[in-house]
């Protein structure tokens, strides 16, 4: 039998009317911020400062605990660079829906869960509260000796590595917070995106190609649970055949009417 396509009236209904709602959000939410994604489009229509950044660069030489070891320097330039443009980075409209949505979620009773993937920090700039970071932040570096976290200025590291300035003898430099392939996501992070995906009513994956694990996961962990799944991305996804209505769009277009459809202006 043919599936049902739920218009975005239907979504805001169901918005209006969720209990537990949770928002997975991935590099595609800041893209409109001017940050690069890392996949997905590439195209024609973009400048390119904006190409993703798995076409320029190799993630294996970059985004590894191995990649770190072997060329710490270069690990290190290449993340202070994107830090400082994160730094710099102001969020769209898609973020500032997001703190909307929270907002009127919660003003109705629900509880409302940000899973984000983005190290940026945009979403706490955009008034979100309670942001799960499942990869980690790159606003935050922190020793790999001993692990002490540091929020270093906006100004470029003078030394690559930089120094932690703790006491572990060559060991004592600074990574950037993320979470890099192979690595494990923060136990808290885990904890908090397995219980509000658990029981959340309406799920919601925006600007994320759902490719990589075991964020991607939870998509389907919530459809497995007969939780209403809606997408938002420009292009289609693996997720896109799964989600019970899959909007086509910017998230800096469709969030801002979703939220307004459902809570008014
Ligand atoms: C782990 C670092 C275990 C930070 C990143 C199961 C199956 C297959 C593979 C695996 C699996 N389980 C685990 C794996 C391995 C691996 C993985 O998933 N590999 C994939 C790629 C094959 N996963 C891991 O290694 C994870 N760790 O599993 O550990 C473990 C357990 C115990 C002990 C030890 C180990 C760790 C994953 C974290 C990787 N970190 N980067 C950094 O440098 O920033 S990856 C990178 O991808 C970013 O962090 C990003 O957050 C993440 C996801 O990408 P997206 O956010 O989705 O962005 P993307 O560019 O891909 O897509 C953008 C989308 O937006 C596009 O679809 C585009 O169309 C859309 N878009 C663009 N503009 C807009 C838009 N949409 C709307 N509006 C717009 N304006």
Same mark, same amino acid.
């Given at each position: 039998?043919?599936?049902?396509?739920?218009?975005?009236?239907?979504?805001?209904?169901? $918005?209006?009317? %969720?209990?537990?709602?949770?928002? $997975?959000?991935?590099?595609?939410?800041?893209?409109?911020?001017?940050?690069?994604?890392?996949?997905?489009? #590439?195209?024609?229509?973009?400048?390119?400062?904006?190409?993703?950044?798995?076409?320029?660069?190799?993630?294996? #030489?970059?985004?590894?605990?191995?990649?770190?070891?072997?060329?710490?320097? !270069?690990?290190?330039?290449?993340?202070?660079?994107?830090?400082?443009?994160?730094?710099?980075?102001?969020?769209?409209?898609?973020?500032?829906?997001?703190?909307?949505?929270?907002?009127?979620?919660?003003?109705?009773?629900?509880?409302?869960?940000?899973?984000?993937?983005?190290?940026?920090?945009?979403?706490? !700039?955009?008034?979100?509260?309670?942001?799960?970071?499942?990869?980690?932040?790159?606003?935050?570096?922190?020793?790999?000796?001993?692990?002490?976290?540091?929020?270093?200025?906006?100004?470029?590291?003078?030394?690559?590595?930089?120094?932690?300035?703790?006491?572990?003898?060559?060991?004592?430099?600074?990574?950037?917070?993320?979470?890099?392939?192979?690595?494990? $996501?923060?136990?808290?992070?885990?904890?908090?995106?397995?219980? %509000?995906?658990?029981?959340?009513?309406?799920?919601?994956?925006?600007?994320?190609?759902?490719?990589?694990?075991?964020?991607?996961?939870?998509?389907?962990?919530?459809?497995?649970?007969?939780?209403?799944?809606?997408?938002?991305?420009?292009?289609?996804?693996?997720?896109?055949?799964?989600?019970?209505?899959?909007?086509?769009?910017?998230?800096?277009?469709?969030?801002?009417?979703?939220?307004?459809?459902?809570?008014?202006?």
């Amino acid at each position: 039998m043919a599936k049902l396509r739920p218009s975005i009236e239907h979504v805001g209904e169901r $918005l209006r009317g %969720a209990k537990s709602v949770v928002v $997975l959000t991935g590099a595609g939410v800041s893209a409109e911020s001017g940050l690069r994604t890392f996949r997905g489009a #590439t195209g024609a229509d973009l400048p390119p400062d904006m190409r993703a950044l798995w076409k320029e660069f190799d993630p294996q #030489t970059l985004a590894t605990p191995e990649a770190f070891e072997a060329d710490p320097e !270069k690990v290190s330039r290449w993340y202070d660079w994107r830090r400082r443009g994160c730094l710099a980075a102001e969020p769209n409209p898609g973020h500032t829906a997001l703190a909307a949505m929270q907002r009127g979620v919660e003003e109705r009773g629900g509880s409302f869960t940000l899973l984000t993937q983005n190290v940026d920090r945009l979403h706490h !700039k955009a008034g979100s509260t309670g942001v799960v970071e499942l990869h980690g932040s790159i606003i935050v570096w922190r020793c790999a000796g001993c692990g002490r976290r540091f929020e270093p200025g906006a100004e470029p590291f003078e030394r690559h590595p930089a120094p932690s300035g703790c006491r572990h003898g060559a060991a004592a430099i600074l990574r950037p917070d993320v979470v890099w392939f192979g690595e494990a $996501l923060p136990e808290p992070a885990i904890r908090a995106a397995d219980a %509000a995906v658990e029981e959340c009513d309406l799920f919601f994956s925006v600007g994320t190609s759902a490719v990589v694990f075991p964020a991607a996961g939870y998509l389907l962990l919530a459809a497995r649970n007969g939780a209403f799944t809606v997408e938002v991305n420009r292009e289609d996804t693996p997720a896109s055949g799964v989600v019970d209505c899959s909007i086509r769009g910017s998230s800096g277009e469709v969030l801002p009417w979703i939220v307004e459809l459902a809570f008014g202006a």
